[in-house]
């Protein structure tokens, strides 16, 4: 695999772009709740889920590089990952909060955010021990995601499952080719995504079942 594509597979699927790529996915799928939403609403709510989940999180790195608590961007270190981690997780869970807080949002949408939530904070543990790749546990977390509304919404994503299964694939190796983690990190990091992921989304949509 070339660098620059390798690179370019890395940045585009970051894990904090996946959830808000998740959400704009469930816009444009026959979920009548979501569609009766209506199309203002849904640019309003990504515009917020957006500077909540991607630009409070990228500001906050900036100002800790600014002032020098990480070295980089790229968090390469353990020690490094801590706080960026931890503010991650909690403007995650701020946004589950604002959802479940809006009687009108179907509780697919919470959910798109819920896992993410779940996920950072299980990584930010790990992180006293391994530095368990966050790419490869939010692409996990994409394929539950698809998983469970595919299933409790007995809708046909054969073909983006697909798709998603395999960028999943391309996605970990270019971290691994980059040699940002080993195997090990990347395998912990996918099944863990996938596991807390598939847990939290029968936890929120297997309710709807009866």
Known sequence: MRRDLAE??????????IPFYSLLFVFVLPIFEVQTLGPKFQVSLAAMV???????????MRMLK????????????????????????????ITTYMLFRIDFIPIVIPLLFAIPTLVSAALLLFNFKLKVSTHAAGMGGLNATIL????????????????IMALTIIVIISRYFLKAHNWTELLIGYFTGLILGLTMGVYFLYPMLN
């Open 66 to 93: 600014k002032h020098g608590i990480i070295n980089s961007y790229f968090l390469k270190t353990k020690e490094e990952r801590f706080i960026p981690y931890f503010l991650t997780a909690t403007y995650f869970a």
């Open 148 to 163: 469970v509304i595919n299933y409790f919404y007995d809708l046909h994503l054969e073909v983006p499952m697909t798709i």
């Open 50 to 60: 957006g500077l909540m989940t991607i630009g409070l999180p990228l500001f906050s």
């Open 8 to 17: 370019s597979f890395s940045l585009s699927f970051h894990p904090l772009f």
